[in-house]
């Protein structure tokens, strides 16, 4: 249930989110908006770092494969599209459309294991309900 409900305050913050960054963008330009939700969000972490946990930053170095470090890099430009699909197609298009990729995406890395997560098999009930799900954005643009 705690982890339902920590993933319901991600979606929230994560909507809000875009909404507060394409608006800074309409007074600054996107990549100052993204330069400075990224240096926002490691001040943050800094301070929680500090604060809470304190684990050493060299065992950065030990993470193997080393590409699974590319997660930070693909911050900015999760911000950058973010911000220019709110403001493109607005807030609830924009966010149905990036939590149905991101289903997509994330149920297509556990049918082939990638990325070093378990590999899972193909399950019929999870492909209708994914089909469930593009059939509410067809229903939800529709005029």
């Known amino acids: 249930m705690i982890g339902f409900l920590i993933a319901m305050i991600s979606g929230a913050l994560m909507s809000i989110q875009g909404v507060f960054n394409t608006q800074v963008t309409k007074e600054t330009g996107i990549w100052v908006a993204s330069a400075f939700v990224q240096v926002s969000a490691l001040v943050v972490c800094l301070l929680a770092w500090a604060i809470q946990d304190r684990s050493p930053f060299m065992k950065l ?16 430009f999760i911000t950058y599209t ?9 807030p609830a298009k924009a966010v149905m459309i990036i939590v149905i990729a ?7 890395v556990e049918l082939l294991g990638i990325f070093g997560v378990e590999k899972q098999p193909i399950s019929l009930r999870k492909i209708i309900g994914m089909a469930c799900a593009v059939l509410g954005i067809v229903i939800f643009k529709w005029k």
């Open 61 to 76: 170095c030990q993470v193997q494969p080393r590409y699974m470090l590319l997660g930070g890099a693909m911050g900015a």
């Open 82 to 90: 973010v911000i220019k699909a709110m403001d493109l197609l607005g």
């Open 102 to 108: 991101q289903l997509l995406v994330a149920y297509f």
